[in-house]
Every structure is written in C-alpha cells, then in structure tokens.
C-alpha cells in the first residue's frame, strides 16, 4: 500500500506542476490581452459551480458509497451521471438560444465549451468518489494527471499557433479522457449491467441530506473567488482578469505545497486523535497542524518578498508581457502570498470541524469568507488598483483563520461535548 501512496502523491504532484507550468507559457507568450480576459471570464462560473460540487461530493460520496451493495452504488452513480448530463445539456441550450438573439457576443462559444468541461469534470469526480470507496486509489490518482497532460497539449497549441481558444480545446481533451481513464480502466465498467433505478438511487442518497448544506455552504469558501476576480477585474483595464486568474494559480500551486494534504487525511487524524485525547488531543494535534502549515506559508512569503519575485519576472518576461502587467502580477501576489498559510489551514480546520459533527461552524465561517473578500476589494479599487484584490485576500483569510482557531477552543472545550464521526 505504501508504493500505491508514493505512486499518487507523485501523480498528484505532477499534475500540479503540469498545470502550473502550462498556466505560465500560456500567459507568457500570449500575454494579458482582452482575450485572454475574455477565455478566464467565460470559465469562471462554470469552473467555480464545478469545484463547489466536486468538494461537496468528494467530501460526502467515498465513505457513503463504502456501506453501500454495488447495485446502490450504480444506482446513486447512475443518477448523478445523469443529473449532471442533464444540467450541461440544459445550460447549453439556453446559452446556444442566448447566443442565437445576441450574435455579437462571441465569449458564448467559449461558455458552452467550458460547461462541458465543467460537467465532465463532475463525470470524473463521480468516478473518484467510487474508485475510493472500492479501494482504487491509482486510478483516483491517475485522474488529474490525465485532465493536466490536456491542459498543457492546450496551452502549447495554443501558444504554437496564437489562437487563446485552443486552451479550452486541451481543457476539453483532458476532461474527456479522465473520463476515458474511468470508463476503461478505474470503476465505471463495473456498472455495466446496473440498471438506472432512479428511486433506489435517491433511497441510498438520503442520510446524506441533513449535512450536504452546510458543507455546500463551507465549499463556497475555497470557490466563489474565480467568479468575483472576474466580475471586479473587468472594471480595472484590459489584462486585469487575466493577470488575476494566473495570481490565483500561483497561490494556489503553493497552498497545495504548504499543505501537503493535510486537510485530505484530517478526518482519519481527527478521528484517530479524538479516540486517545480526548478534546484536547484533538486541539494539541489541530494546533500543531495549523502552526505547521502557517510557519511554511509565511515562510514562502518572507522567500518572495526577499527576491524570488525576480525570479517570478524573469521567468514571465516577453515581448508578449509587458512590464507594467508584470509589476500588477508581482505587486498583487505580494499580498495574496501572505494569505497563503491561513487559506490553507482553513480547509483542513474545516475537516476538524466536519469529524465532530460541527458543520454549522465550518457553514457560518465559510459562507462570509467570499461576499467578505468581494466587498473589501471593491471598496478599494478605485483607489488601489488590482492591489487592492491582494489586500483583501491576504485580510479575509487572516480572519478566517482567526475565526476558526475561536471556535476549535469553543467546540473542543474539555468539559464539552461531541463525538468523532
């Protein structure tokens, strides 16, 4: 089992950086155009819709689909599948008959190209869901890593023949075949021969209702950034969307580092830490987690402030970038790079909460962490710039985090209650 670990930490790590490095030469040598603003704007909506979902049904769907017969599991499956068909279909259309009464507006093609992104995005999730609850993983694995090789096919393309749109195509391909990779390979060709029950499927759904809420409500933290960014971007000048969508790609990228996947084994850890201490080795093991995670983002950004933005403008410079769309991406990562530790402590906080049955705590803090970044930012733009965006970020999380560490000692007390789930 632990070659198998190794294998997907790998696989996890390489499609991060695939991605990371994709990202770059597209915005190298296309540089931050109206249309690259253009393609980042028409994919924030979908793409945000989507990661809320894959969050929700990443966190619920494994440990569900594990107590169910395989005929459930086909079932709950099977209707998803659909469902999420059905939503792409129906979207599609009302874009396509958007697009029929207002030709003029060409981002529509691009639109509809990432809803189906978007929606075979979920199709692959799904099958995650299932290959963990069965015991997969390397395919689970195998997944992203596909979905990143198409990213870069993309961004080469696109570079190689001037064209933004071709990202979308390679976005499109890797998609496609993560699910490929599930339908031959990982866990979709075990459903053959299960037949769509749409009633058993809801039946095995229902003890998932009660929570699915506030999870939904806490998933809102970590991804109604990309729609806000777009909004509030496209009032800041020409360049502004897409420099901004390539400043969350770093942050991101780095968060994954910090991290190292704490937040994706806090409900073991907790579990397991709960069972021996009690409350308070439950909050000993949180707090030593959380300081881990800080001191190595904080780090990161003593490292960027010292010199490696330099390293960040050497990289990036081009004929295609000028320098004063460099200094908005340098200026704005400063900020958003202090917020790296406690946007990605937040998440597995928010596990820690989820294993005590807390989930109106992780809900209430999530759901003010986006409308909160977005209010901030927009009362300084006018006089700040884009710069503005990175305060804000670097603000929000800080209180977030602030806000969680309140709760954990609430919810932990020694004298209080609760049980690890």
């Not at 890593?145 to 990202?167: D, I, K, N, P």
């Not at 990982?186 to 999870?215: N, Y």
């Not at 340098?330 to 906080?349: H, I, Q």
């Not at 409308?371 to 965006?389: D, E, K, Q, S």
């Given at each position: 089992?632990s070659?198998?670990?190794?294998?997907?930490?790998?696989l996890?790590?390489?499609?991060?950086a695939?991605?990371?490095?994709?990202?770059?030469?597209?915005?190298?040598?296309?540089?931050?155009?109206?249309?690259m603003?253009?393609?980042?704007?028409?994919?924030?909506v979908?793409?945000?819709?989507?990661?809320t979902?894959?969050g929700?049904?990443?966190?619920?769907?494994?440990?569900?689909?594990a107590r169910?017969?395989a005929?459930q599991?086909?079932?709950?499956?099977?209707?998803?599948?659909?469902?999420?068909?059905?939503?792409?279909?129906?979207?599609?259309?009302v874009?396509?008959?958007?697009?029929?009464?207002?030709?003029?507006?060409?981002?529509?093609?691009?639109?509809?190209?990432f809803?189906?992104?978007?929606g075979?995005?979920l199709?692959?999730?799904?099958?995650?869901?299932?290959?963990?609850?069965r015991?997969?993983?390397?395919?689970?694995?195998?997944?992203?890593?596909?979905?990143?090789?198409?990213?870069g096919?993309?961004?080469?393309?696109?570079?190689?023949?001037?064209?933004?749109?071709?990202?979308?195509?390679?976005q499109?391909?890797?998609?496609?075949?993560s699910?490929?990779?599930?339908?031959?390979?990982?866990?979709?060709?075990?459903?053959?021969?299960v037949?769509?029950?749409?009633?058993?499927?809801?039946?095995?759904?229902?003890?998932?209702?009660?929570?699915?809420?506030?999870?939904?409500?806490?998933?809102?933290?970590?991804?109604?950034?990309?729609?806000?960014?777009?909004?509030?971007?496209?009032?800041l000048?020409?360049?502004?969307?897409?420099?901004?969508?390539?400043?969350?790609?770093?942050?991101?990228?780095?968060?994954?580092?910090?991290?190292?996947?704490a937040?994706?084994?806090?409900?073991?850890?907790s579990?397991?830490?709960?069972?021996?201490?009690?409350?308070?080795?439950?909050?000993?093991?949180?707090?030593?987690?959380?300081?881990?995670?800080?001191?190595?983002?904080?780090?990161?950004?003593?490292?960027?402030?010292?010199?490696?933005s330099?390293l960040?403008?050497?990289?990036?410079?081009?004929?295609?970038?000028?320098v004063?769309?460099?200094?908005?991406?340098?200026?704005?990562?400063?900020?958003m790079?202090?917020?790296?530790?406690?946007?990605?402590?937040?998440?597995?906080?928010?596990?820690?909460?989820?294993?005590?049955?807390?989930?109106?705590?992780?809900?209430?803090?999530?759901?003010?962490?986006?409308?909160a970044y977005?209010?901030?930012a927009?009362?300084?733009?006018?006089?700040?710039?884009?710069?503005?965006?990175?305060?804000?970020?670097?603000?929000?999380?800080?209180?977030?985090?602030?806000?969680?560490?309140?709760?954990l000692?609430?919810?932990?007390?020694?004298?209080?209650?609760?049980?690890?789930s």
């Amino acid at each position: 089992m632990s070659h198998i670990r190794l294998l997907i930490t790998v696989l996890t790590l390489s499609a991060s950086a695939l991605s990371f490095a994709s990202y770059t030469l597209f915005i190298k040598y296309l540089g931050a155009s109206p249309a690259m603003d253009a393609l980042f704007y028409a994919s924030s909506v979908p793409l945000s819709l989507a990661g809320t979902c894959s969050g929700v049904l990443l966190y619920l769907l494994p440990p569900h689909l594990a107590r169910l017969r395989a005929q459930q599991q086909g079932c709950v499956l099977r209707v998803f599948s659909y469902g999420v068909g059905a939503a792409v279909f129906a979207s599609c259309a009302v874009i396509g008959a958007w697009k029929h009464w207002q030709p003029d507006h060409a981002p529509a093609c691009l639109l509809i190209g990432f809803v189906v992104v978007a929606g075979l995005s979920l199709i692959a999730t799904l099958a995650v869901c299932l290959g963990q609850a069965r015991g997969a993983y390397l395919g689970s694995g195998l997944m992203p890593f596909v979905a990143s090789t198409g990213l870069g096919l993309g961004a080469f393309a696109a570079v190689r023949w001037h064209a933004e749109s071709l990202l979308l195509v390679g976005q499109l391909i890797g998609a496609a075949g993560s699910v490929a990779v599930a339908a031959q390979g990982l866990v979709f060709h075990r459903l053959r021969g299960v037949t769509l029950d749409v009633r058993l499927g809801m039946r095995a759904l229902r003890p998932l209702k009660p929570h699915a809420l506030a999870i939904v409500l806490g998933t809102t933290a970590f991804t109604l950034f990309q729609p806000i960014d777009a909004l509030l971007c496209s009032q800041l000048g020409d360049g502004a969307v897409t420099i901004m969508a390539y400043a969350v790609r770093v942050v991101v990228a780095t968060g994954t580092a910090v991290s190292l996947g704490a937040f994706a084994v806090a409900a073991r850890t907790s579990h397991e830490a709960f069972l021996a201490g009690g409350p308070s080795g439950l909050r000993s093991l949180a707090y030593r987690e959380v300081a881990r995670i800080c001191a190595f983002g904080t780090l990161i950004w003593v490292v960027y402030a010292l010199g490696a933005s330099r390293l960040l403008v050497a990289v990036l410079q081009s004929s295609s970038l000028p320098v004063h769309s460099i200094d908005r991406l340098t200026d704005v990562l400063f900020w958003m790079l202090l917020g790296v530790g406690p946007m990605s402590a937040v998440p597995y906080l928010f596990r820690v909460f989820y294993s005590q049955s807390h989930f109106g705590v992780a809900a209430a803090i999530g759901v003010c962490i986006a409308p909160a970044y977005g209010a901030l930012a927009w009362l300084g733009m006018n006089r700040l710039g884009l710069t503005a965006l990175g305060y804000s970020y670097a603000a929000v999380w800080w209180v977030a985090f602030s806000a969680c560490l309140l709760c954990l000692r609430w919810t932990l007390r020694d004298s209080g209650s609760g049980s690890a789930s």
